[in-house]
């Protein structure tokens, strides 16, 4: 029945080709037909009207939202009938410009690379990547092109430019890598305690990079950086030398260390000076010899600092003694003169250990450049009975020859003057402190402490036990010298003839 009517309705319809059946109208066509006649007639109008006017009120309100989004849509479809055909002409227009431009790429890869191949750039669109490839390399190898060529476009500083920031670009790993020694350098240095052997390292590296590239401005701004850092690496060095606790082991490491940083602050200065010629001279032997002269000396310098460091901490003593000596002179009561002695049994106690030390390391470290004797008493023989050897290899003997063209070479080694120095330095203590002990087992004890000193000096060549006949301690000072040595020598037999002659015993 439904099919029916809605046949009628659309027969009856102005329309030229009737339209496929809606499932909706069917379905209303069919309630329709279900319904009685006075039904659809009561009310049927009625509720078409009311669907009617909330249609129109629901149409109403959309239009009253969305006006705007309606508004603009209007305008672009308006635009968008001149777009389209603009962009079909901008589309022409570039592939009629692509054959030009794959002739413009095979003049340039032809005039700037050397070779007349080059891809078309259509076959470069459909394969992006290969196209970047390859004009990345025709790039990287502008510089191979002929100058001439270049010269002649009227752009050479474009293409030089150019070549530089693709050179950049291709080795900014490198560079980063080359921008970051320094501050490895700074933190190998920086760090507690210092790490001397990759300090020494990243520098030597990059000493190897400034004599490569001497010309570079970014080496050789990190060679500069290089060697502040190698300053402040000496400087930590040379204050280690100064450690109270010093030992042979330490001592060896610190000078070895020195030894490789010293060239390359040499270097660095003689490189900062280009009037001078350095290029004969900067691995001589006559250098090297110097080099082991001042690592001597400043090696004596350290432990003297350090040794005077040890002694200026017994000033409380020494202000006391000094005040037990001011109170002998302004007043005749008698004083035994206690605190000068344990002013200077302390500072004899400290001087034989340093002074030991500093010789035997010394001779340990700079075996080559130390002296056949520093003996300074008369004879050649020291108080052990040790009698340095004094012949040497040819080499050696070169080797302190240093430069034979000098008419003051060979110089004496440091060492050779040093031991002078500290005796004078103990026996201006003793003349101006020993007076001042007047008790008889006080004195004898002090002399006897500074006949073990010197001993102990003088199984390293430097026995000094003679000078102290020179000292002006009062009166019967002779006598009583000569009596602390007779009984200084019985001991030491003593000692020998319960221990025995090592000599023997090899």
Same mark, same amino acid.
């Given at each position: 029945?439904?099919?029916?009517?809605?046949?009628?309705? &659309?027969?009856?319809?102005?329309?030229?080709?009737?339209?496929?059946?809606?499932?909706?109208?069917?379905?209303?066509?069919?309630?329709?037909?279900?319904?009685?006649?006075?039904?659809?007639?009561?009310?049927?109008?009625?509720?078409? #009207?009311?669907?009617?006017?909330?249609?129109?009120?629901?149409?109403?309100?959309?239009?009253?939202? #969305?006006?705007?989004?309606?508004?603009?849509?209007?305008?672009?479809?308006?635009?968008?009938?001149?777009?389209?055909?603009?962009?079909?002409?901008?589309? $022409?227009? %570039?592939?009629?410009?692509?054959?030009?431009?794959?002739?413009?790429?095979?003049?340039?890869?032809?005039?700037?690379?050397?070779?007349?191949?080059?891809?078309?750039?259509?076959?470069?669109?459909?394969?992006?990547?290969?196209?970047?490839?390859?004009?990345?390399?025709?790039?990287?190898?502008?510089?191979?092109?002929?100058?001439?060529? &270049?010269? +002649?476009?009227? @752009?050479?500083?474009?293409?030089?430019?150019?070549?530089? /920031?693709?050179?950049?670009?291709?080795?900014?790993?490198?560079?980063?890598?080359?921008?970051?020694?320094?501050?490895?350098?700074?933190?190998?240095?920086?760090?507690?305690?210092?790490?001397?052997?990759? $300090?020494?390292?990243?520098?030597?590296?990059?000493?190897?990079?400034?004599?490569?590239?001497?010309?570079?401005?970014?080496? @050789?701004?990190?060679?500069?950086?290089?060697?502040?850092?190698?300053?402040?690496? +000496? &400087?930590?060095?040379?204050?280690?030398?100064? +450690?109270?606790?010093? @030992?042979?082991? &330490?001592?060896?490491?610190?000078?070895?260390?020195?030894?490789?940083?010293?060239?390359?602050?040499? $270097?660095?200065?003689?490189?900062?000076?280009?009037?001078?010629?350095?290029?004969?001279?900067?691995?001589?032997?006559?250098?090297?010899?110097?080099?082991?002269?001042?690592?001597?000396?400043?090696?004596?310098? *350290?432990?003297?600092?350090?040794?005077?460091?040890?002694?200026?901490?017994?000033?409380?003593?020494?202000?006391?003694?000094?005040?037990?000596?001011?109170?002998?002179?302004?007043?005749?009561?008698?004083?035994?003169?206690?605190?000068?002695?344990?002013?200077?049994?302390?500072?004899?106690?400290?001087?034989?250990?340093?002074?030991?030390?500093?010789?035997?390391?010394?001779?340990?470290?700079?075996?080559?450049?130390?002296?056949?004797?520093?003996?300074?008493?008369?004879?050649?023989?020291?108080?052990?009975?040790?009698?340095?050897?004094? /012949?040497?290899?040819?080499?050696?003997?070169?080797?302190?020859?240093?430069?034979?063209?000098?008419?003051?070479?060979?110089?004496?080694?440091? %060492?050779?003057?040093?031991?002078?120095?500290?005796?004078?330095?103990?026996?201006?203590?003793?003349?101006?402190?020993?007076?001042?002990?007047?008790?008889?087992?006080?004195?004898?004890?002090?002399?006897?402490?500074?006949?073990? *000193?010197?001993?102990?000096?003088?199984?390293?060549?430097?026995?000094?036990?003679?000078?102290?006949?020179?000292?002006?301690?009062?009166?019967?000072?002779?006598?009583?010298?000569?009596?602390?040595?007779?009984?200084?020598?019985?001991?030491?037999?003593?000692?020998?003839?319960?221990?025995?002659?090592?000599?023997? @015993?090899?």
């Amino acid at each position: 029945m439904a099919d029916l009517l809605y046949e009628l309705l &659309a027969t009856d319809s102005p329309s030229t080709s009737p339209a496929a059946a809606d499932p909706d109208a069917l379905s209303y066509l069919a309630s329709l037909a279900s319904r009685p006649l006075s039904s659809l007639q009561s009310e049927e109008p009625l509720s078409l #009207s009311q669907s009617s006017h909330s249609l129109q009120l629901a149409l109403q309100g959309l239009a009253k939202k #969305s006006y705007q989004p309606v508004l603009e849509s209007a305008k672009r479809h308006e635009v968008l009938k001149t777009a389209v055909p603009d962009l079909v002409a901008s589309a $022409a227009e %570039l592939r009629k410009s692509i054959p030009s431009l794959d002739d413009e790429v095979v003049r340039f890869s032809t005039t700037y690379r050397g070779t007349g191949h080059s891809s078309s750039l259509s076959t470069a669109f459909g394969a992006s990547g290969s196209a970047s490839s390859h004009s990345i390399s025709s790039s990287r190898r502008i510089a191979k092109g002929p100058v001439g060529k &270049a010269s +002649a476009s009227g @752009k050479p500083d474009l293409i030089a430019r150019r070549r530089q /920031a693709l050179l950049l670009s291709r080795n900014v790993e490198r560079l980063v890598d080359v921008l970051e020694l320094p501050p490895l350098l700074a933190s190998s240095v920086a760090t507690a305690p210092v790490n001397y052997a990759s $300090a020494l390292d990243l520098n030597g590296h990059i000493r190897r990079l400034y004599a490569l590239y001497p010309d570079s401005p970014l080496v @050789k701004s990190v060679a500069v950086e290089a060697e502040e850092s190698m300053r402040a690496t +000496a &400087a930590s060095l040379v204050l280690s030398l100064k +450690a109270p606790s010093l @030992k042979l082991a &330490a001592s060896l490491r610190t000078i070895s260390w020195l030894r490789r940083v010293l060239p390359d602050i040499e $270097a660095a200065a003689a490189a900062a000076q280009p009037t001078k010629d350095t290029a004969s001279h900067s691995h001589s032997q006559y250098d090297l010899v110097a080099q082991e002269r001042a690592l001597g000396a400043l090696f004596l310098v *350290c432990r003297l600092s350090t040794l005077t460091t040890m002694l200026d901490a017994l000033a409380p003593l020494r202000e006391l003694a000094d005040q037990e000596r001011a109170r002998q002179r302004t007043n005749n009561t008698w004083s035994g003169g206690q605190q000068t002695e344990r002013y200077l049994k302390r500072y004899i106690e400290i001087f034989r250990e340093q002074s030991f030390a500093i010789v035997s390391m010394f001779r340990s470290i700079f075996p080559e450049t130390s002296s056949p004797s520093i003996n300074t008493s008369h004879g050649s023989e020291s108080s052990d009975g040790y009698t340095p050897s004094t /012949a040497s290899t040819p080499s050696t003997a070169t080797h302190l020859n240093g430069h034979q063209d000098d008419p003051l070479e060979p110089l004496p080694s440091a %060492l050779s003057t040093f031991p002078l120095h500290l005796v004078d330095m103990l026996l201006d203590t003793l003349r101006d402190y020993l007076p001042t002990v007047r008790d008889q087992a006080s004195r004898d004890s002090l002399l006897t402490q500074v006949l073990y *000193c010197a001993g102990s000096l003088g199984r390293l060549g430097g026995d000094f036990g003679l000078f102290l006949a020179t000292l002006d301690v009062g009166e019967n000072a002779e006598a009583e010298w000569v009596e602390v040595v007779r009984r200084h020598r019985q001991l030491a037999g003593r000692l020998e003839s319960i221990v025995g002659d090592p000599r023997e @015993k090899k």
